[in-house]
């Protein structure tokens, strides 16, 4: 492949396909509850990115054992990483924190992934995080929503932190050697070609390990739905989508893993989403444009370690 593909990377790291269990836990949100804004992101909806998933009144264990109990004969998996998507996992006190992650540590989970924002992150939490992944050998990931290095577009965004926030969680997480999946969204209506680049320049000199993709799509009763109804927002077009992600890619360092290239929208309850198609016909388009270019992923990442001086050396 032209890109370094998530799914290959499972295979190589657990020897065999590894399957991605969402879960929800009854959290909230910083942005929602008051700590850093009450209205949240424009464009986030009330059940925020968990459309896909089981009720959170269920258990962990129990709603582990549904999703293995549909994937696993479908598929013949054996390995999962449970995935608590929704809201912001890390933002509930320590105790319950480790009693959800205790509940997820069943024998064929092989990874557990927590999706947060860069201010729900701090040292008591990682280390916590470290001490479950010593004790139970079962790799721990954060994804960090972010969006876009671009803070300007951050503040329209309402994200309730900057760029800022987010390099800190960075180079935290980084210290206690915990994998780091940072989300974008690279249609964002105030970010052009230039903010596409920078997001995978920034991910490159702080060394994310992985990547993940998505368009914007609008959600019905939000913020981002008015303006979108009142024809104050312009969206780029499909094929623009295309382009942004192929100099994406070939501006991000070769070894971040890429989870997506475009995320799975919901199309109920949504005003706009995906261009009214399939999420795989885009990612072909963005596959076959690599290929037709013959480009890849890194092959533009000439910026790092100081590009000016070497050729002194
Ligand atoms: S940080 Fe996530 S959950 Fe919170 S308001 Fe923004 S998109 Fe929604």
């Given at each position: 492949m032209r890109y370094n593909v998530y799914s290959d990377y499972l295979r190589q790291r657990y020897g065999e396909k590894v399957y991605k269990l969402p879960i929800s836990i009854p959290v909230t949100c910083p942005n929602r509850d008051g700590a850093c804004g009450t209205a949240g992101c424009v464009f986030c909806g009330e059940?925020?990115?968990?459309?896909?998933?089981?009720?959170?009144?269920m258990t962990v264990r129990d709603q582990i054992e549904a999703n293995i109990a549909h994937i696993a004969p479908k598929y013949k998996a054996r390995?999962?990483?449970?995935?608590?998507?929704?809201?912001?996992?890390t933002y509930l006190p320590l105790g319950r924190l480790k009693t959800y992650l205790d509940e997820a540590s069943q024998p064929d989970i092989v990874g557990i992934a927590l999706a947060t924002r860069p201010d729900c992150i701090n040292d008591s939490y990682l280390e916590l995080l470290a001490e479950f992944?010593?004790?139970?050998?079962?790799?721990?990931?954060?994804?960090?929503?972010l969006q876009s290095v671009q803070y300007h577009s951050l503040i329209k965004v309402n994200r309730g932190h900057t760029l800022g926030e987010y390099i800190d969680a960075v180079l935290r997480i980084k210290r206690y050697s915990i994998d780091?999946?940072?989300?974008?969204?690279?249609?964002?209506?105030?970010d052009d070609m230039i903010d596409t680049v920078e997001n995978a320049k920034v991910m490159s000199a702080l060394s994310v390990d992985q990547v993940k993709l998505h368009a914007l799509y609008i959600v019905k009763n939000t913020a981002m739905a008015d303006w979108y109804q009142q024809g104050q927002l312009t969206l780029i077009s499909k094929e623009e989508?295309?382009?942004?992600?192929?100099?994406?890619?070939?501006?991000?360092?070769?070894?971040?893993?890429?989870?997506?290239?475009?995320?799975?929208?919901?199309?109920?309850?949504?005003?706009?989403?995906n261009w009214q198609t399939g999420w795989w016909k885009i990612r072909d388009d963005i596959e076959r444009t690599l290929e037709e270019r013959d480009t890849w992923q890194g092959k533009k990442c000439n910026y790092l370690n100081g590009p000016a001086v070497q050729k002194f050396l």
């Open positions: 059940i925020g990115a968990g459309y896909e998933n089981l009720p959170e009144s390995k999962y990483i449970a995935y608590f998507q929704n809201f912001s996992n992944r010593e004790r139970t050998k079962i790799d721990i990931s954060i994804e960090l929503g780091i999946c940072t989300h974008l969204i690279l249609n964002l209506p105030w989508y295309v382009e942004r992600v192929v100099a994406f890619l070939e501006h991000l360092k070769s070894d971040i893993v890429v989870q997506r290239l475009i995320g799975r929208a919901p199309e109920a309850n949504t005003l706009f989403s």
